[in-house]
């Protein structure tokens, strides 16, 4: 019978007298999934209890033979020897039902899960670790906290208190009931104090701690300081040390959003936005359309995450300097032009975030710079043109009216149309027509190289995710700019 050394160490410390409460944990943990190792842990006790007896007289020294080969009769075994043994069973015994309890205790309910087959409504969350490579989770403890898990993560609940979160992007939204709910990292761990909160722990590196509302106290493994964490304040877990970082808000699935996730996909809207994307790949006027879903993405500096369906991928831009490089329209003159994405903004960034540069502003007329200002509106801006004398923008470039992140930690859809022509920049919001600004000088607008994120001198950063970006050469009409939304949306 084979064991490996880890388990034979584990009994032997029991043996000695010897174990911890952590070891013990370990070696009932083993000796309740493994009957092989419980007959050898069994016959073991009963060898042990017997040579025990002979030490002390009980048995002949010179009949060691007695335990191996003599017949297992009770009239021929001295009692002392079975009631060693009985005892021994009996501890082991409660040790395998300390086991079970421990094992098979519920800690959490799963209440919504998008995408994610193996863990539906109404799954109980013991002591396992629980693996999810695409979609999102929502379950609720025991104790009322309620957390949000987007995939790809692995994690493991210790207890109802307890979350071992070995990597993934989770919030929490924890009520009194449930203060004092720790969440495990590799590099460190955060107590909640009552409050909202996400941990963002990378496949590689350290793990982030951000703070919604309330307070956390975080802790860095290898001797780290606690720190009190507040309101928007944002911390990296790195052994021994910590480091501030910028609240990024809309970085995490909340609890709540995962049933709209839910819904959608259960509405067929996945496939919704499949067929209007081979629609609008078919359309002649396409200039380029990026899902990210290509083995092989674009040169630059970025994450990957999920984007708005289970197992998709989205560029994820967080650091200043991330970009991702494109190239499209060849330099040509586009009269017309259609821009919209999928976004997912974490921040306001200062003084601009960048959704499409094109390289070498200043260079020829009609260049595009599209982006969110620090007002949180859209700017269209081209190099060359002139806004019209009755023109309500104050800064001397066509601005949207509504800001973009009415709500952050949601997926919105942006849109702008231009029309050289007509001299006309319109704004769309989540398929809703914004506001039009007119211009006196419009010139055809002229692509190329261009970036996703950071631009030229590390002055304009996107930070969130994208997800699909078009870019048409014809004017999109209010009714195809609200079927783009509608069909895309992963929202019900």
């Not at 007695?66 to 015994?93: D, G, M």
């Not at 992140?405 to 809703?432: D, I, T």
């Amino acid at each position: 019978m084979n064991h490996n050394k880890e388990f034979e160490q584990l009994v032997q410390q029991y043996m000695d007298g010897r174990i911890t409460e952590a070891d013990m944990e370990l070696l009932n943990e083993r000796l309740g999934c493994d009957p092989n190792a419980r007959k050898w842990f069994n016959e073991l006790l009963n060898l042990d209890s017997a040579l025990a007896a002979v030490a002390a007289g009980e048995l002949p020294d010179n009949e060691p033979q007695v335990i191996s080969k003599r017949k297992r009769n009770q009239t021929e075994v001295p009692a002392a020897i079975w009631i060693l043994c009985t005892l021994a069973s009996l501890f082991l015994l409660a040790g395998s039902i300390r086991w079970w309890q421990t094992s098979w205790q519920v800690f959490a309910t799963v209440s919504s899960a998008a995408g994610v087959d193996d863990y539906r409504e109404g799954t109980l969350l013991r002591k396992q670790i629980v693996t999810i490579n695409k979609g999102s989770l929502e379950f609720v403890t025991t104790n009322g906290a309620r957390i949000a898990i987007e995939a790809p993560a692995r994690f493991r609940f210790e207890s109802a208190q307890q979350l071992h979160l070995f990597n993934g992007r989770m919030a929490a939204d924890v009520p009194p009931s449930a203060k004092g709910f720790t969440v495990i990292t590799p590099t460190g761990k955060a107590v909640d104090l009552g409050t909202k909160f996400g941990v963002d722990v990378p496949v590689q590196g350290n793990a982030e701690i951000h703070v919604f509302q309330g307070e956390v106290i975080a802790q860095s493994s290898g001797g780290g300081k606690r720190r009190s964490l507040k309101d928007g304040e944002a911390f990296l877990l790195q052994t021994g040390a910590g480091a501030c970082r910028e609240l990024r808000s809309s970085a995490f699935i909340r609890p709540g959003e995962v049933a709209s996730l839910h819904a959608a996909l259960a509405e067929g809207q996945q496939e919704k936005s499949i067929q209007a994307r081979k629609r609008l790949q078919n359309d002649p006027a396409l200039i380029a359309y990026l899902d990210f879903e290509s083995d092989e993405l674009p040169k630059g500096t970025y994450r990957v995450g999920q984007g708005r369906w289970p197992g998709s991928r989205a560029p994820e831009f967080v650091n200043l300097g991330d970009h991702m490089k494109i190239d499209a329209g060849a330099y040509r003159e586009w009269p017309e032009l259609t821009l919209a994405t999928w976004v997912r903004l974490d921040q306001l960034g200062e003084p601009f975030q960048s959704l499409l540069h094109t390289d070498g502003w200043g260079e020829q007329d009609g260049q595009v710079h599209w982006m969110v200002t620090h007002k949180s509106t859209m700017r269209f801006a081209m190099f060359g043109n002139q806004l019209a004398s009755d023109s309500t923008s104050q800064h001397g470039f066509p601005d949207s009216l509504k800001p973009v992140l009415p709500q952050r930690g949601r997926w919105v859809h942006l849109a702008v149309v231009y029309n050289s022509a007509r001299g006309s920049v319109r704004f769309y919001f989540n398929g809703k027509f914004d506001n039009e600004e007119r211009q006196q000088v419009a010139h055809p607008a002229r692509l190329g190289p261009g970036q996703i994120g950071n631009w030229d001198f590390r002055d304009r950063k996107l930070s969130g995710r994208m997800d699909e970006l078009l870019i048409l050469g014809r004017a999109m009409n209010d009714d195809e700019i609200h079927r783009l939304f509608e069909s895309g949306t992963p929202y019900r």
